[in-house]
């Protein structure tokens, strides 16, 4: 399974100035195996642009969304998804989905701003391999993480870290830090060896990706970039 992530930045990127360099993070979003793409934001078709794809989305047959924040959802992005012939599906806590290729069970996520904010599961029936998607949200519910206790091992976690390696934010509430990760991360070490982190706030990190990622490999932590292919 391969992952290719759109997006990895959180509400406060100017998407205005996007361009190519790994310093700058569009609003979150991933594409998985070229089928599935999760949260069909705005910045979705100027990625494919600028980075010099051509045809990216004429293989995805299926859209979900976390929740319907304007920066995890653009119904312009997904009339045009559709047009082309992907079917989007409306997920809630504790529903699973059988698609294709796909088993993607849906968790309820810490996100209280937003109706409905989800996590997901995401397995392949070509491969078997498995994982968690948790972009927005904070310290995990504890059904939550009964219940991906209960469903099994995972291959990769990539959780929300709009927050840095910073402690007293308010925004804690509703996003992760990095302690909040680490602690998850070891929480979850059990079912899972792999972690990494999305939806970075461009005013709470360092300002390059190199600098951010060289301070959450301290913590065993990979920091994901636009445009970063990673096979699960």
């Known amino acids: 399974m391969e992952l290719l992530f759109l997006g990895t930045g959180a509400a406060d990127w100017d998407i205005r100035r996007a361009d190519c360099s790994p310093d700058f993070r569009r609003y979150s979003s991933l594409l998985v195996d070229g089928r599935l793409l999760i949260d069909p934001g705005p910045c979705v078709f100027e990625f494919e642009k600028t980075f010099g ?82 972009c927005d949200g904070a310290w995990m519910f504890y059904e939550t993480y009964r219940a991906l206790l209960k469903d099994g091992p995972l291959d990769l976690m990539i959780f929300d870290c709009t927050i840095g390696d910073i402690h007293g934010d308010y925004r804690i509430f509703e996003h992760n830090n990095v302690a909040m990760v680490c602690e998850m991360a070891a929480t979850f070490s059990g079912i899972c060896s792999r972690f990494m982190v999305s939806h970075l706030a461009r005013t709470l990190h360092p300002a390059t990706h190199e600098e951010t990622a060289a301070v959450l490999a301290k913590y065993g932590l990979e920091c994901a970039r636009d445009n970063l292919r990673v096979t699960v």
């Open 53 to 134: 794809y051509r045809d990216l989305y004429q293989g995805v047959t299926d859209v979900i969304m976390t929740h319907p924040h304007d920066d995890h959802f653009s119904p312009e992005t997904l009339a045009r998804l559709t047009e082309s012939g992907a079917v989007f599906h409306e997920t809630k806590a504790g529903d699973t989905l059988e698609l294709e290729h796909y088993t993607i069970r849906v968790y309820a996520a810490n996100h209280r701003t937003s109706e409905n904010p989800v996590h997901f599961a995401v397995e392949s029936k070509d491969d078997g391999k498995r994982f968690f998607y948790g």
